[in-house]
């Protein structure tokens, strides 16, 4: 991988425990992930969902650090997709999604500026991360006419 970019192997280590020494609160938070899956063989993601491991390994260990917040994720897409298609029912529909981004078609019947401001309502929660009230912000395109245009919401929460 390294070197097949041509970067230079000893530079990214030294990023590595640069970063390392600037963020001692996600490294020790890593750490005790790692503690967590070797004593126990599970840790949760910031909604309390569980991911058990079979095997104490430095793979399962790595994996049990990557599940909180991919697991997170997935969790706050799958809340604000319920909660568009809720509040919208039959006037949207879900196109696509990839990483963090979701694609909506919204019947042009029921696009207004107090639909865009409800789905800013919707698509930006306020949420409890590692006892931390996170606010998730989303940038918003919109094609009016033919033409794609980004849209900042007018109601932020």
Sequence with gaps: GIEALGLDKRLIKQ?????AHQHPTVVAWLESLRKQCRLTG?????RGARRRFSERSKHAERAACDFPTQSGEVRV?????LAVTDALGKGVRFVYQRHDFVQWA???TMWCEA???????????TVTIMGRSVYLPATFYTNDGGEKSIWKPSVLL
């Design 15 to 19: 990023s590595g425990i640069r970063w």
């Design 42 to 46: 599970e840790v949760r993601d910031f």
């Design 77 to 81: 897409l799958e809340q604000t997709l």
């Design 106 to 108: 919204v019947h042009r």
């Design 115 to 125: 639909t865009r401001a409800h789905l800013a309502r919707l698509m930006q929660p």
